[in-house]
């Protein structure tokens, strides 16, 4: 199964000028844990709820001051969109992020995956096959 069957196509973006605090506001009202940074439709950066505590709430910077471009963790790791569901979370364990933004062939931006995706889709799976075990297996 490609990965562009389960990521999230409403992907929150932004450019780099825009403020700490807009980006926390978009997070807010769109109930996402990151916004991604793009130029000409492509991910130059992405900035998490994390990455504003961390370096605009926890060291007390003005949140208007402070960019995207601040904050962003540059060139993130991203996955194409054909990739398949395995290929991805290896993917993402080896650079260790919980969230890749997914992109077409042309390098534009198609998605988000997550980690939380991920596991609610196996949840459903292993839920699907506990549904199979138990029809299949004698009462006990």
């Known amino acids: 199964m490609p990965i562009r069957d389960v990521a999230r196509t409403s992907v ?13 506001t978009v997070m807010k009202e769109e109930a ?35 960019t995207a471009e601040d904050v962003m963790t540059e060139t993130p790791t991203t996955v194409d969109a054909e990739t398949g569901i395995l290929e991805a979370t290896a993917k993402m364990y080896e650079h260790a992020v919980r969230r890749m933004p997914v992109v077409d062939a042309d390098g534009t931006v198609a998605g988000i995956i997550t980690l939380d995706d991920v596991l609610v889709l196996l949840t459903d799976e292993l839920d699907n096959l506990v549904g199979v075990i138990e029809a299949e297996s004698p009462p006990y």
């Not at 450019?15 to 926390?24: C, I, K, P, T, Y």
């Not at 994390?50 to 007390?60: I, K, Y």
């Open 12 to 24: 929150k973006t932004a450019h780099r000028e825009q403020s700490a605090g807009n980006l926390a």
């Open 32 to 66: 996402v844990g990151s916004v991604i940074i793009e130029d000409d439709d492509r991910p130059v950066g992405i900035v998490t709820d994390r990455d504003l505590t961390l370096q605009v709430l926890e060291p007390r910077r003005d949140p208007t001051a402070v």
